[in-house]
């Protein structure tokens, strides 16, 4: 059994089937170079899911495998041999069958504070779709339950209206199907399908941005759906004015109707989602212990029930009842770098993969807004939240000038108290590191 397998034979044991099955089932391990694992995956959507979703206890269990500081670097399969071509299937000829996952729906959602507005429009919809928010574009960072939601929509649905054609997808699938569609010329076929359902569900739609024949396409599509009163709803990792290389005829329809942010949790939700977690999973999860786990997790609810299913398996190998006791022990990998001091490095890296950039992007000597504004927060929160003067903060950034690292975090801090949504955003990233 490689490292890998065995990588996937514990991760398989603490995470949901579903997810297993979605993001790590088709993963396979390429070769071994070193300390290096070359593991395919099927996309980069994948490659991306596979990092936020699983990052943390990929890297857990290959320090409990090996006591070599192993590194895993994701390959996209259709890039393995460059002698294999990448082959596209025909598309079919009916909509995609929307498959849901049964644990998400509304009755399972925790509410609080820092969803309350997704989660209402959200049921409005559900239970009056094509009313007053319409398209709903939900937004906020990974593993705060934007798929949560858009699939409780659709469960909903197609519950209380079996004869509405309800499409869920990925944006990444719905532009596969476009391609296939122009490679067989099945074009007049592909826009018949899509513009003629009753509501259109796109989970992260920012995948989008920079296709520019999938933009257009999609263009015409909204525009159908829109006109003839038919309910669309998106999910995104940010607002429509922060996706970049988004055209702004389509920026501008993703908000005619609500946009709703969902933030990081506070601490009572964070505790609530781990009670109604363990009630899912009949286990008895005492109320300091579930404080203790809420109280280690900075903001993302996929790392809450991460480390409740890793403290769940300890306890279950061991034969112990979960108590505090029992919670220090499973997490104490996790707790012995918890009070690791916030870098810049880790904090160009949060900026840039929110704004959908390279890291030397943003450190390059180019004045695009696309790029010069995410410099911008990445310098400001550089100030926040380390102790580095303005010259060490212009010397990460190809050795910028004092004045302008000064005039940058300036301009943040008034676009923070004019722009709420802006402060929110920038809250959504603070909080990763808090």
Same mark, same amino acid.
């Given at each position: 059994?490689?490292?890998?397998?065995?990588?996937?034979?514990?991760?398989?044991?603490?995470?949901?089937?579903?997810?297993?099955?979605?993001?790590?089932?088709?993963?396979?391990?390429?070769?071994?170079?070193?300390?290096?694992?070359?593991?395919?995956?099927?996309?980069?959507?994948?490659?991306?899911?596979?990092?936020?979703?699983?990052?943390?206890?990929?890297?857990?269990?290959?320090?409990?495998?090996?006591?070599?500081?192993?590194?895993?670097?994701?390959?996209?399969?259709?890039?393995?041999?460059?002698?294999?071509?990448?082959?596209?299937?025909?598309?079919?000829?009916?909509?995609?069958?929307?498959?849901?996952?049964?644990?998400?729906?509304?009755?399972?959602?925790?509410?609080?504070?820092?969803?309350?507005?997704?989660?209402?429009?959200?049921?409005?919809?559900?239970?009056?779709?094509?009313?007053?928010?319409?398209?709903?574009?939900?937004?906020?960072?990974?593993?705060?339950?934007?798929?949560?939601?858009?699939?409780?929509?659709?469960?909903?649905?197609?519950?209380?209206?079996?004869?509405?054609?309800?499409?869920?997808?990925?944006?990444?699938?719905?532009?596969?199907?476009?391609?296939?569609?122009?490679?067989?010329?099945?074009?007049?076929?592909?826009?018949?399908?899509?513009?003629?359902?009753?509501?259109?569900?796109?989970?992260?739609?920012?995948?989008?941005?920079?296709?520019?024949?999938?933009?257009?396409?999609?263009?015409?599509?909204?525009?159908?759906?829109?006109?003839?009163?038919?309910?669309?709803?998106?999910?995104?990792?940010?607002?429509?004015?922060?996706?970049?290389?988004?055209?702004?005829?389509?920026?501008?329809?993703?908000?005619?109707?609500?946009?709703?942010?969902?933030q990081a949790p506070d601490l009572e939700t964070k505790v609530a989602i781990l009670r109604k977690k363990a009630e899912e999973k009949k286990i008895d999860l005492p109320q300091d212990a579930a404080l203790f786990i809420a109280e280690r997790v900075r903001s993302n609810i996929r790392e809450l029930e991460g480390h409740l299913n890793r403290?769940?398996?300890?306890?279950?190998?061991?034969?112990?009842?979960?108590?505090?006791?029992?919670?220090?022990?499973?997490?104490?990998?996790?707790?012995?770098?918890?009070?690791?001091?916030?870098?810049?490095?880790?904090?160009?890296?949060?900026?840039?993969?929110?704004?959908?950039?390279?890291?030397?992007?943003?450190?390059?000597?180019?004045?695009?807004?696309?790029?010069?504004?995410?410099?911008?927060?990445?310098?400001?929160?550089?100030?926040? /939240?380390?102790? /580095?003067?303005?010259?060490?903060?212009?010397?990460?950034?190809?050795?910028?000038?004092?004045?302008?690292?000064?005039?940058?975090?300036?301009?943040?801090?008034?676009?923070?108290?004019?722009?709420?949504?802006?402060?929110?955003?920038?809250?959504?990233?603070?909080?990763?590191?808090?």
């Amino acid at each position: 059994m490689n490292t890998w397998t065995q990588v996937l034979a514990r991760i398989e044991q603490v995470v949901d089937r579903s997810d297993y099955e979605n993001w790590l089932a088709q993963t396979k391990l390429v070769s071994q170079k070193g300390d290096t694992l070359d593991v395919a995956v099927p996309s980069q959507r994948a490659v991306d899911e596979i990092r936020e979703r699983f990052g943390t206890q990929i890297r857990g269990f290959l320090n409990e495998i090996s006591r070599e500081r192993l590194q895993v670097h994701f390959v996209v399969d259709g890039f393995l041999n460059d002698d294999l071509p990448i082959t596209i299937a025909p598309p079919k000829e009916e909509l995609p069958t929307a498959t849901f996952n049964p644990r998400y729906r509304f009755e399972t959602f925790v509410v609080g504070n820092s969803n309350q507005l997704a989660y209402a429009a959200s049921k409005s919809i559900a239970e009056n779709p094509s009313g007053s928010f319409n398209p709903l574009f939900i937004y906020g960072g990974a593993g705060l339950g934007k798929t949560h939601l858009i699939q409780a929509i659709g469960h909903q649905l197609r519950g209380s209206r079996p004869k509405m054609k309800v499409v869920y997808m990925s944006a990444e699938s719905f532009m596969t199907e476009l391609i296939a569609s122009i490679r067989f010329d099945k074009m007049a076929s592909f826009r018949d399908r899509y513009r003629s359902v009753d509501a259109l569900l796109l989970d992260d739609i920012q995948f989008i941005a920079g296709k520019e024949r999938t933009q257009e396409e999609f263009f015409h599509t909204f525009n159908a759906l829109y006109e003839a009163q038919k309910q669309i709803v998106f999910t995104s990792d940010r607002p429509p004015k922060e996706i970049p290389t988004l055209e702004e005829r389509l920026r501008s329809r993703f908000e005619w109707g609500l946009t709703a942010d969902i933030q990081a949790p506070d601490l009572e939700t964070k505790v609530a989602i781990l009670r109604k977690k363990a009630e899912e999973k009949k286990i008895d999860l005492p109320q300091d212990a579930a404080l203790f786990i809420a109280e280690r997790v900075r903001s993302n609810i996929r790392e809450l029930e991460g480390h409740l299913n890793r403290v769940v398996a300890f306890a279950s190998l061991t034969g112990n009842a979960i108590n505090i006791e029992v919670v220090q022990e499973a997490l104490k990998d996790v707790l012995s770098k918890e009070n690791k001091p916030i870098t810049p490095t880790e904090i160009l890296r949060i900026v840039a993969a929110h704004y959908g950039l390279k890291v030397s992007d943003i450190k390059a000597k180019s004045n695009a807004k696309t790029i010069a504004f995410p410099r911008q927060v990445a310098m400001y929160m550089c100030k926040d /939240l380390t102790d /580095l003067s303005y010259p060490e903060i212009g010397k990460l950034f190809n050795d910028k000038h004092h004045s302008t690292v000064m005039y940058s975090v300036q301009q943040i801090k008034k676009m923070l108290d004019s722009d709420q949504q802006f402060a929110r955003t920038v809250e959504m990233l603070s909080k990763q590191f808090r």
